[in-house]
């Protein structure tokens, strides 16, 4: 995942940044990805007010406590619940699953550091709820995390 708008300008006819706080943002831009909206980088700019830049490292900062990912430049929540025909521990795991792509896109775009990806590999890997193909793919990054982290 990488930054790729080419300006740093307002998006149009945005409120004056200095409206919302940055928890008023964050909540803003939760509303929206939680009622299914895909949003691009340049949508939150519009409707926070920010600068594209900066809407964009807001989406990498919650990203990093909640299950949001970007998918070909656009920005959805990962949710599932529990059904009868998706009983909660498919549930778990689709959660869980959104976490590791998240945190891979992470650290490959090099937003996280290998420090903290070590770290949520071990705390996804001891929940208990990690499928195994989760858990393979969780210690081939937390491997190659380690191993650039102590380079």
Not at 10 to 39: I, K, N, W, Y
Not at 143 to 150: E, G
């Amino acid at each position: 995942m990488q930054y790729t708008e080419d300006d740093d300008t307002p998006a149009a006819s945005v409120p004056d940044e200095r409206e919302l706080t940055p928890v008023q943002r964050g909540a803003l831009v939760m509303f929206h990805l939680m009622h299914g909206e895909g949003l691009r980088t340049r949508d939150v700019a519009r409707i926070t007010g920010l600068k594209v830049r900066s809407a964009f490292d807001l989406l990498i900062a919650m990203s990093l406590s909640v299950p949001i990912y970007e998918d070909a430049g656009v920005w959805v929540m990962c949710i599932e619940r529990e059904t009868e025909e998706k009983p909660a521990a498919f549930v778990r795991a689709a959660v869980i699953e959104g976490e590791v792509l998240g945190l891979t896109r992470l650290y490959r775009a090099g937003a996280v550091s290998a420090q903290y990806t070590v770290a949520e590999c071990d705390r996804l890997l001891a929940t208990g709820h990690c499928p195994d193909d989760l858990r393979l793919k969780l210690a081939g990054l937390r491997t190659q995390a380690r191993n650039n982290w102590q380079t």
